[in-house]
């Protein structure tokens, strides 16, 4: 039972280079989440998606691109890094129904 | 979503039980009381929810006052691994889990040797 994945899990990039986190849940579940954490602000929703390929934007999207052609999978890109992008990423999947999340293990992102 | 509030730490000795209080006084009679906790370093994790009645699972206990307006998370038996930060979060049943959660600053609970 893999749960959520995310990887990378460290990831150290320059500033305009485009990155892409990936996400994965072997759940099935319909709810699929991006998170950042920095200190000082917890975490922050940046993208949801509610199934595959339906996406909304949440607190924080400026600068941040996702996709959902498939129901396990939600990939966040940074089209082009800047520095403030620096941060921990995390995904989290929940089933219909139920408004419990499950997290991944977070990507720790690193814009030089 | 309701405001909370939580200490922002608290000690507990290794083996006893672990009681995190949560206000909540401006809570609606449709939200509910969901707990999270994030060890260093991980994802948040699910702990419990409820909305009226007092909850138990294999990882904690919810215990909600009458009024609801305030609640309490039970670590039965804590251990070492239970130090994280813990999170109580006050929310409307959303029916299909669209909306983000949000989390405050919660409570560092220490579990101490």
């Known amino acids: 039972d893999a749960g959520i994945t995310q990887s990378p899990r460290y990831k150290i990039t320059e500033t305009g280079r485009q990155v892409t986190l990936m996400c994965h849940q072997t759940?099935?579940?319909?709810?699929m989440f991006w998170y950042r954490q920095d200190l000082g602000h917890g975490l922050r929703l940046i993208y949801y998606s509610a199934a595959a390929d339906i996406t909304d934007k949440g607190e924080v999207p400026d600068g941040y691109v996702v996709s959902r052609s498939k129901t396990e999978n939600f990939p966040l890109t940074l089209e082009s890094a800047t520095r403030s992008q620096t941060s921990v990423y995390f995904c989290?999947?929940?089933?219909?129904?139920?408004?419990?999340?499950?997290f991944g293990p977070g990507t720790r992102l690193t814009v030089l | 979503d309701a405001k909370t509030t939580q200490p922002p730490s608290m000690d507990c000795a290794e083996g006893r039980a672990a009681n995190l209080p949560c206000n909540h006084s401006t809570i609606s009679g449709n939200e509910y009381v969901y707990w999270y906790r994030q060890i260093h370093s991980q994802g948040p994790q699910y702990i419990i929810h409820g909305l009226k009645n007092n909850e138990t699972n294999e990882m904690a206990s919810l215990i909600i006052t009458e009024d609801r307006k305030s609640s309490t998370l039970i670590l039965p038996h804590a251990t070492l691994r239970d130090t994280a930060v813990y999170y109580c979060i006050v929310r409307l049943y959303s029916g299909g889990g669209a909306d983000g959660l949000t989390f405050g600053k919660g409570t560092h609970l220490i579990i101490q040797p």
């Open positions: 989290a999947s929940s089933d219909w129904g139920t408004d419990t999340q499950y």
């Open positions: 759940w099935s579940h319909s709810y």
